[in-house]
Nanobody
Framework: VQLVESGGGLVQPGGSLTLSCVAS????????MRWYRQAPGKERELVAQ????????YYAGSVKDRFTISRDNAKNTLYLQMVSLKPEDTAVYYC???????WGQGTQVTVSS
């Protein structure tokens, strides 16, 4: 199982970013996928989840209505579209397949003026 996140960066408050996660080594289209984040000094937290056919999604309360999780099973790729970013969204963002313990290297998102 390999997960490679990308798309992070420095953005001003109110800005937008879209993260990507390319997965390999397992049958991507059959697994729930999740985005997590970990801010400095804090525990890793679940941000969003999506079912294999994109029929159902879950969002943490702190990101609901601002973040959108999606997937392209043909490309083995998971996305996280983030709008109206806040300084408290600053963290390293990770994707994960539900059922595997593997993590990618993460991608840093910094929201600051």
């Amino acid at each position: 199982v390999q997960l490679v996140e990308s798309g992070g960066g420095l953005v001003q408050p109110g800005g937008s970013l879209t993260l990507s996660c390319v997965a390999s080594g397992f049958t991507f289209r059959t697994y729930d996928m999740r985005w997590y984040r970990q801010a400095p000094g804090k525990e890793r937290e679940l941000v969003a989840q999506i079912t294999p056919a994109s029929s159902s999604t879950y969002y943490a309360g702190s990101v609901k209505d601002r973040f959108t999780i999606s997937r392209d099973n043909a490309k083995n790729t998971l996305y996280l579209q983030m709008v109206s970013l806040k300084p408290e969204d600053t963290a390293v963002y990770y994707c994960k397949a539900n059922g595997f313990d593997n993590w990618g290297q993460g991608t840093q998102v910094t929201v600051s003026s």
